[in-house]
T-cell receptor, first 111, second 115 residues
Framework: QKEVEQNSGPLSVPEGAIASLNCTYS??????FFWYRQYSGKSPELIMS????GDKEDGRFTAQLNKASQYVSLLIRDSQPSDSATYLC???????????FGQGTTLQVKP | DADVTQTPRNRITKTGKRIMLECSQT?????MYWYRQDPGLGLQLIYY???????NKGEISDGYSVSRQAQAKFSLSLESAIPNQTALYFC??????????????FGPGTRLTVL
């Protein structure tokens, strides 16, 4: 089992819809969770970080964390074609400070 | 000016050559990292450094070495490049105040092709 798992997609949604991206992790001791957006050939850009169970909202983005289920998700409301990218879920492994990445989910927002 | 810079941005080299990739940061962060990314895959950690005197291997360190010349500079070397080291390489930094919530920020990347 991979430490951080994501569906590679592609996930295709129409413009204006809600995109839902999911991630599961295996280390129950993980405390910090991150979502990065990566455009093709570019570097990962931090979108959201979440540390506590529940929801965290920032503009059109909402991160959701459920530690009991070892599950973290990212919702993108009012999706725009500019949101088309690969979204990487990342988890800090225990107290090592090392970031473990999932393989990423490719999102396509169609006009 | 970018907070994290990488040089070169693109490099084509031949099998057996020694290559050095350089990373510099103006963020004042103590921690620096080197990752590689292959098409369709997530990022894999090569080496990381929590301060100038602390260097640690990541998951895929074989065939690579690093040097932390100063707080702001962290270099990655391929002693004898091979074709399967063709990838996109990223440097990252983090402040390191708290291990459990440390946020990493990435440089623009170096695209390396080994023929």
């Amino acid at each position: 089992q991979k430490e951080v798992e994501q569906n590679s997609g592609p996930l295709s949604v129409p413009e204006g819809a809600i995109a839902s991206l999911n991630c599961t992790y295996s280390d129950r001791g993980s405390q910090s969770f991150f979502w990065y957006r990566q455009y093709s050939g570019k570097s990962p850009e931090l979108i959201m970080s979440i540390y506590s169970n529940g929801d965290k909202e920032d503009g059109r983005f909402t991160a959701q964390l459920n530690k009991a289920s070892q599950y973290v998700s990212l919702l993108i409301r009012d999706s725009q074609p500019s949101d088309s990218a690969t979204y990487l879920c990342a988890v800090i492994a225990g107290n090592t400070g090392k970031l473990i990445f999932g393989q990423g989910t490719t999102l396509q927002v169609k006009p | 000016d970018a907070d994290v810079t990488q040089t070169p941005r693109n490099r084509i080299t031949k099998t057996g050559k020694r290559i050095m990739l350089e990373c510099s940061q103006t963020k004042g962060h103590d921690r620096m990292y080197w990752y590689r990314q292959d098409p369709g895959l997530g990022l894999q950690l090569i080496y990381y450094s929590f301060d100038v005197k602390d260097i640690n291997k990541g998951e895929i360190s074989d065939g690579y070495s690093v040097s932390r010349q100063a707080q702001a500079k962290f270099s990655l070397s391929l002693e004898s490049a091979i074709p399967n080291q063709t990838a996109l390489y990223f440097c990252a930094t983090s402040p390191g105040a708290f291990l459990s919530t440390d946020t990493q920020y990435f440089g623009p990347g170096t695209r390396l092709t080994v023929l």
